[in-house]
């Protein structure tokens, strides 16, 4: 398998990987001091597509800028594919390339990190087997111990979080598929006697809009300390999300936050009858966000190259046996309790 992007997901996904006796190669245009690893720069299509050729599975852990191209040199090569997603417009290109990857004879899944990822899978049997017409989806990662004024750490790519925080989110409300403005819907939330908030954020629901079939209310909300929302907030208002101004708060936030803090990862899935929660954090090697982000990506590919899913392009809650992929997390210490 190969692996595009070294960054602390893709080091995680390939750890998971050797340590199942998987043959995984890492590159990225950084060097790296990795097993496997080679420089490449993913801007470059004649080199992408003569490393992709002959391998089994390719995994993106890039910004999810990259990923549409790499699906259609996935089909070029006949290679199967997978991403971490998290924009709902990218992911739907992907997916409409599902004859041309079935044609080629290979897979392609968008969307295997935490969430959008394992919380469409969860969503998706909560909803499939236990009924009702109502799914909620509250997901986040979290420092242990946060430092102000935004209590929060780094804990994946800050152009990712961005995105999140500036398009808007994708609800279903009284069984029609709309809009809302990203970091509003501000609630508060508790989970294990915590209490936190939550606000709209995009990406999160992802493909669920349109195969929870009959579904009356499903949304996504982003969990984090109080007070988090109400200063982001302030900063898009002020523009500091908008054209150069972006790139500027991205490079400010890359350098102000803390990258290397304990953190964990704190999620919450219900309907009307049944909730399933995850408490999952640093294991002392990796942090909370990259196990459950980067192991879960790791299964995915393990079960594509296994030949377990079929062919063509799919979102990851219509591909993915949900027992098998519960039974793999345990392995890791990754455990959701249903209740």
């Given amino acids: 398998m190969l692996i595009i992007g070294a960054g602390k997901i893709g080091v ?3 750890h998971d990987l050797l340590r199942n006796d998987i043959d995984a190669r890492i590159c990225d245009v950084v060097e790296k001091d990795l097993p496997n690893f080679f420089r490449l720069d993913a801007r470059d299509t004649s080199l992408l597509i003569r490393e992709m050729k002959g391998e089994d599975v390719v995994i993106s852990a890039l910004p999810y800028d990259f990923n549409y191209k790499l699906a259609k040199l996935a089909i070029k090569t006949k290679t199967n ?4 997603g998290g924009n709902s417009g990218i992911v739907e290109k992907e997916l409409a390339l599902h004859n041309e990857a079935k044609k080629a004879g290979i897979t392609i899944i968008p969307d295997c990190g935490l969430a959008p990822g394992m919380s469409n899978i969860v969503a998706y049997h909560l909803w499939e087997e236990h009924g009702g017409r109502k799914i909620h989806i509250r ?3 979290l420092p242990l111990h946060p ?3 935004l209590n929060y750490a780094l804990v994946f790519s800050v152009h990712g979080l961005i995105n999140e925080y500036v398009e808007d989110a994708i609800i279903v409300e009284n069984g029609a598929i709309r809009t809302v403005e990203s970091l509003t819907g501000l609630e508060e939330i508790e989970i294990n006697g915590k209490r936190y908030e939550a606000f709209y954020t995009h ?3 992802s493909t669920l809009p349109k195969t929870l079939h009959g579904v009356k209310e499903l949304d996504y909300k982003t969990i984090r300390y109080k007070g988090h929302c109400e200063k982001i907030l302030l900063l898009k208002q002020l523009g500091f999300f908008e054209n150069e101004a972006r790139q500027f708060t991205e490079k400010i936030l890359e350098k102000a936050l803390p990258k290397d803090a304990e953190d964990f990862v704190v999620a919450k899935i219900y309907s009307e009858s049944m909730e399933a929660i995850l408490y999952d954090r640093h294991d002392g090697v990796f942090t909370a966000m990259q196990r459950t982000t980067a192991f879960p990506t790791a ?3 393990n079960m594509i190259g296994n030949g377990a ?3 063509g392009a799919y979102p990851p809650e219509l591909a993915i046996d949900f027992e098998k992929f519960m039974e793999e997390l345990r392995k890791r210490s990754i455990e959701w309790k249903l209740k």
């Avoid at 594919?81 to 971490?84: E, N, Q, V």
């Fill in 299 to 301: 299964i995915i590919a």
């Fill in 203 to 205: 990406g999160g629901t």
């Fill in 309 to 311: 899913i079929e062919k």
């Fill in 139 to 141: 997901v986040g990662g």
């Fill in 147 to 149: 430092e102000p004024p």
């Fill in 81 to 84: 594919f997978i991403d971490l």
């Fill in 12 to 14: 995680a996904i390939q």
